[in-house]
């Protein structure tokens, strides 16, 4: 029903696709510490003509990253901080192109929020909100034999990290958090509240456990949905939304009313990111990809192959607004020189640079990664 499709607006990154970098995490970990073994964190190296450069990982990252805070051109200066984080961070990106079919996308019946709290004016979550399922809610890895305080716990440590990357200014539409029971479903999610049009969600799977740096990749890509589908950047009919169980020609009616890019409830505005992006790099295969049939494993993979010069993995072609929330990932990631190679998936990434906000923006969340992890002390 369209109230279940607006409420989660394919937000989805399949976290499967990150356990095989779990290898890769411990692996860094262990070269970090070999490399170190005769160094602690506060010892230093002292030559006649070098600067004073502290030894151990941490050290070294500080080090590093505070050279960059030097670079007064904001391109450049978020370009440091890549090649300072590319050499000190897990700084994973996802080209996995393994997995075509995505039945979440489209079935959410067996998912019940649990609990959500509500982001106030300082930043701050409120009190936890019960919903009808909360005693029904059997946690499958209960915190300290209780049913509801890991879920709590997540929500908090999550809210930190992802609250100190994105600027606050950049994400005011989004108000509130979900902890949601989504079966064995392991995915994050932006969606709306359901009384709401307006107020954007961020929705965490009960599957999801402590934090970890490659889940970084999948907190970028959450928000590249929240500016790209907000309010500003396209339009949802609320009187549709509010009905109970809109019907069919009601649907089509919507979706045939929108004069530029239609997906799930929502019509985008001529000059939103996300119709400039389709109208560059969807249209002229936008016919094809609609006659897909999804319920069919190899009609999507097909599809894929077909064009893979355009995406970097294969959840990017399952949709516009999957494509453009994941190359925002790869934006902020990578180093700017990537866009100067040709295939069109390297001119995806380009296609961010062309707007100003989006440049700051890319070195801010950067810069907020670093600061971060120094006043925590902790690789994030």
Known sequence: MIKRILMILIGFI????????????????????????????????????????????????????????????????????QEVFEKHLVWYLNEEKVEFYFPFQREQSHWHDVFYVEIDEDDQLSELQETDYFHKYDDPYPHNNSNHDRGKKIVDEYWHIFSNLIPKEYREHLKYIYWTDTGDDLVLAVGVKEDEVEAMTLLFSHQLLSYKPYLRYSFLHEYGHIFTLNETQTKINEELF?????????????????????HNGRCSYEDSYLFQYFQRFWADIYEQYQKIDWDNQKEYEEFFFTHEERFFNSYQGTSPPEDIADTFAFFVHSHSSIGAQPEMKYQKIKFFYEYEELVELRTTILENLYHLSIEDEEFY
Do not use: W
């Not at 509010?242 to 239609?262: A, F, G, I, M, V």
């Open 14 to 81: 399949l976290l499967a696709f990150f356990i095989f970098h779990m290898i890769e995490v411990r692996n860094k970990k262990d070269v970090i510490t070999s490399d170190h073994t005769s160094t602690s964190d506060n010892e230093t190296e002292i030559t006649d003509s070098k600067p004073i450069i502290p030894t151990g990982p941490f050290g070294k990252y500080e080090y590093d990253g505070k050279q960059c805070l030097t670079i007064d051109e904001i391109i450049e200066r978020g370009d440091c901080f």
């Open 242 to 262: 509010l009905e109970e169980e809109p019907s069919e020609e009601q649907l089509k009616q919507d979706k045939e009313s929108c004069k530029t890019y239609y």
